[in-house]
């Protein structure tokens, strides 16, 4: 079965600063990956996904994730954070088959940005 | 941009009674799913639709809930008998398919005491 693990359950950072967060996944076959946003009191809006190609994907809102197979991950990144990127980050796996099974997310990784 | 639309945003309910959560998919969208998150918890999947009928579903998603869509628009949750431990937010979702890039609603809390 595939699983997501996010290992940081919250990460604060200062305005300006760059931005990790972690992500490993499980999955046998190659994978559809996706990174989600969730402000506050709001649904989750997709940042960014990795299908195949290019391992370096860019996203919204600045953001750019890096697919590497050799470690399972799939971090995403930020150079320059902006207080409202405060929100709730989760990434997610899904079948590269396709269809109905829907995505398995991780537990999401909480960000606070400092002044 | 095309949005899904869930209702009620919040709704309140004692132990024991149906609920009925809502959902309007993207209009050209063919897969249908619902997701619930348990506060402070990850975002699980429930059930997909497609073809008016079942396609997955969880171990969460069991005889107490249905799915339903009674119109060519709308896409239903029910829980028959509410429990305490179904309080969470219930996320709609839909995609033209394929790709799984999922279209996500703002969901829906549901609160039981």
Redesign the interface.
Known sequence: AQSVTQPDIHITVSEGASLELRCNYSYGATP?L?W?VQSP??????LL?Y?SGDTLVQGIKGFEAEFKRSQSSFNLRKPSVHWSDAAEY?C?V??SG???????????THLIIQP | EPE?TQTPSHQVTQMGQEVILRCVPISNHL?F?W?RQILG?????LV?F?NNEI??KSEIFDDQFSVERPDGSNFTLKIRSTKLEDSAMY?C?STV???????????SRLTVL
């Open positions: 559809y996706f989600y009191g709001q649904g989750l809006q997709l996904k299908f989760f997610a899904a079948s396709g269809g109905a099974d829907g995505l398995t997310f991780g537990k999401g | 899904v897969y799913y997701y918890q990850k975002v699980e999947f997909s497609y396609s997955e996320f979702a398919g394929g790709a799984n890039v999922l279209t996500f609603g703002a969901g």
